[in-house]
């Protein structure tokens, strides 16, 4: 898979000691909200978010639950089509928890900007954002996020759960994929 790659952007440490801070700061962030009895949950947008979350989760000194979101915006390719549908909800009812959803990249914004919408609608008593990777885009959708691991160039990246056509998911680091490989 390496050979696919043009650059590595973030090594595997580089990404550990990011993940690690942003676990840090959650903690912190939501003591009071775990002291009070309240419940923090974690929503991952799967595929891609799978792997930060799991690895984010850990980092977290307090008790989270767990959850998955499937959505779909780019279907196989390299490029936006810019239609999103939910594929899969959250398995628990989110309302009056404090949500924490896990992204795996912010490009359009049109994925997140969709589903703050969708969650919001039920009554969680927060929702936040925190998303590994921030493109430097032009046209973004206005999406807060709490947390940004790294802000990333406009390019087509992979590794550590980003794919292209399912693969490189499993690459220990986040790379740009050389054009050749989608063109
Ligand atoms: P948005 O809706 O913000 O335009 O797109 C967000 C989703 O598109 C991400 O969650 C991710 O799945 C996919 N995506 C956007 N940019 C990239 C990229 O550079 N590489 C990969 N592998 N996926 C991307
Ligand atoms: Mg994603
Ligand atoms: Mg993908």
New binding site residues.
């Given amino acids: 898979m390496d050979q696919d790659v043009k650059q590595v952007l973030y090594t595997r440490e580089q990404i550990a000691e990011r993940v690690a801070q942003i676990g840090e700061a959650l903690t912190q962030q939501y003591a009071s909200v775990v002291e009070r009895g309240e419940q923090v949950v974690l929503v991952s947008?799967l595929r891609?978010a799978a792997l930060f979350m799991a690895d984010l989760a850990r980092e977290m000194d307090i008790p989270v639950e767990m959850d998955y979101i499937a959505i779909s915006?780019?279907g196989s390719g390299a490029k936006?089509s810019g239609v999103v549908r939910m594929i899969k909800d959250v398995s628990s009812d989110i309302s009056g928890k404090h949500v924490i959803i896990a992204?795996?990249?912010?490009?359009?914004?049109?994925?997140?900007s969709y589903l703050l919408k969708n969650l919001a609608s039920r009554g969680p008593a927060s929702l936040t954002v925190v998303t590994l990777l921030r493109?430097q885009t032009r046209a973004q959708a206005q999406v807060e996020c709490a947390h940004v691991g790294f802000e990333c160039p406009d390019?087509?990246?992979?590794g550590y759960g980003?794919?292209?056509a399912e693969r490189y998911r499993n690459l220990p680091y986040i790379g740009i994929l050389k054009p050749e490989v989608y063109q």
Avoid at 103 to 109: A, F, N, P
């Fill in positions: 947008v891609g915006s780019y936006s992204e795996d990249i912010l490009d359009s914004g049109l994925t997140l493109k390019e087509f990246v992979v980003l794919d292209y």
